[in-house]
């Protein structure tokens, strides 16, 4: 599809389709952007635990569209330092995997535009597989993942939800 017909399509779209490229995009853009939002070095590590405020006092001396990116990453990721990645001095506000999935999720939708994708519980499966593998191998045993192995998984469960979720746009689309 040339960037021309895609604009073309864009413009075609349903309502509900629009709204969720829209979020899914923009989430992705945010959390890519983040660290570079911020002075050098702003955050340091950020490990916690998930379901905790961990870093209140860094998170609070953010602008407030970091601070909500960042409380985010805070409650909902353990943002292990060696699980994150880390650019312009600051620590991503979620791990590598979480990045994957949410990249992904936008990929994925963005790949399902003007095409008539179904998911097949096999295809659903297999893509959960290796983001399953990876996590549980590394949570019950000595085995280590790396970052790159975690944003990969998470990329792949990603762009297989993104499709399901335009799938389900188009479904309301049609209601």
Known sequence: MSSWEFKTHLSDIGRWNKILLTITCFWALLI???PLMLDEGKTGDLSGRVG????KEIIQEMNPINKIVYYLGDL???QLSDRSYEYNG???PF???DVGIFVGLALGFIFALGRKV???LPLVILSLVPIGLDGTIQLFTEYESTNIKRIVTGLIAGFVTGIALKIIADSLERD
């Open 95 to 97: 791990c590598a995997r």
């Open 32 to 34: 890519l952007t983040s």
């Open 118 to 120: 179904e998911l097949t």
């Open 76 to 78: 909902n990721c353990h």
């Open 52 to 55: 905790i405020y961990d870093n």
């Open 90 to 92: 600051n620590q991503m």
